[in-house]
């Protein structure tokens, strides 16, 4: 008996745009116990922390772009909502939600 052939259907995903509270992001530095320095689009850098459903389940390294989550009652701080992948990075700026300079500027 042979096995049948099944045909997985892959299903885009929307793309988390960023919308009223939030901004997509640039990590430049890990400040440590799971805090980061990040480099948004605004204009403003920020300390934002990595929530406990996220820290085991997504590693961030330095230069990956984020979704931050403004907190509402102290905009310089923020929380990680969401890490994009290295194909939706392309559409973000492709979109207009992300400047490629601001990658090129945090150096090597």
């Known amino acids: 008996m042979g096995k049948k ?3 997985e259907k892959v299903e885009e995903t ?3 745009n960023p919308d ?4 997509v992001c ?6 440590g116990a799971n805090y980061l320095k990040v ?13 406990g459903k996220l820290r085991h389940k997504v590693w961030i390294n330095i230069k990956d772009v984020v979704l931050v989550g403004k907190w509402e009652f ?3 701080k923020g929380d990680v909502l969401y890490r994009y992948s290295r194909d939706e ?6 979109g207009g939600y992300l400047d490629p300079t601001l990658i ?3 150096g090597e």
């Open 14 to 16: 929307p793309l988390p």
């Open 89 to 94: 990075k392309k559409k973000l700026i492709d």
């Open 5 to 7: 052939k099944v045909e």
């Open 104 to 106: 090129e500027s945090l």
């Open 20 to 23: 009223e509270g939030t901004v």
């Open 26 to 31: 640039v990590v430049s530095e890990f400040i």
């Open 39 to 51: 480099v948004c689009m605004d204009g403003k850098e920020r300390s934002v922390r990595i929530p």
């Open 74 to 76: 102290d905009e310089s």
